[in-house]
């Protein structure tokens, strides 16, 4: 395994990637979704892979396939992402792609909701854990570095900066996902990596150039903290 694996900067090391949307579920056989691809997650594992590093990636119902070589723990829900990634612990680092639901439907139930004549459900929605603040709050085993992803539609780096303080993970990577972007579902993305000592516009590139970027980034973190 370990010739497979090869050697690289992240050899010995194990990286935590959540990826793709999560599906919350309305009834058995609807559910509330997003427009994650899972493509920029998939293309960080895998540049994580190719560094050398074990990857545990764990997926909600992405478009893109996982890539080969890493752990793959699919989920669906947000809850049971939270479970999956907890049971992935300890790693050295942790980046939080996926595209959480923000809420769940408050008493989905196992049978199909019924249409009646003139009756429309009224559908109640509950807060759904954040996984990227709980991991990045642990006094025990919190992963070194963590990161996370900032998807905004307006004040991008302003909102970006803001959230890697109240979430409490070291980096944030800031995206504009606004509809005429095209990087919700497309394969370029925009980053702005914010860390408490400085910010870094990245240029627009394809996800994995993006992918590879930020393990570079990593792996040269992680060697200066032993
Ligand atoms: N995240 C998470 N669990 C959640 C919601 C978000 O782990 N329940 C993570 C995402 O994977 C991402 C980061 O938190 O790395 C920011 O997600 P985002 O949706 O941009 O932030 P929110 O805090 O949910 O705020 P809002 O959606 O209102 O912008
Ligand atoms: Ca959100």
């Known amino acids: 395994i370990e ?17 793709g949307p999560t599906h919350e579920p309305i009834d058995p056989v609807r559910y ?18 190719a560094a050398g590093a074990r990857v545990s990636f764990v997926t909600g119902p992405a478009t893109v396939p996982p890539p080969t070589g890493v752990d793959v723990i699919r989920v669906e829900t947000a809850a049971e992402m939270l479970r999956a990634v907890e049971a992935a612990l300890p790693a050295d680092a942790a980046v939080f792609a996926a595209a959480v639901a923000d809420w769940h439907v408050e008493g989905a139930g196992d049978t199909k909701m019924k249409k009646r004549p003139g009756e429309v459900p009224q559908i109640r929605l509950a807060e759904n854990p954040d996984i990227l603040r709980r991991i990045a709050g642990l006094d025990a085993g919190r992963p070194p570095l963590v990161v996370g992803f900032a998807a905004e539609t307006e004040n991008v780096e302003e909102n970006a900066a803001a959230k890697r303080l109240r979430k409490g993970c070291d980096w944030i990577l800031a995206n504009d996902v606004s509809a005429d972007t095209g990087i919700m579902g497309g394969s370029e993305n925009a980053v702005t990596l914010i860390a408490q000592d400085g910010v870094e516009r ?25």
Request: proline content about 3%.
């Open 3 to 19: 010739a497979r694996l090869g050697s690289g900067p992240l050899t010995g090391r194990h990286v935590l990637v959540t990826s």
């Open 32 to 49: 509330i979704a997003n427009r994650s691809s899972g493509a920029q997650g998939a293309a960080i594992a895998s540049a994580a892979r």
């Open 202 to 226: 990245w240029p627009r590139a394809g996800k994995d150039a993006v992918a590879r970027r930020l393990v570079d980034r990593i792996a040269a973190h992680l060697a200066t903290t032993a």
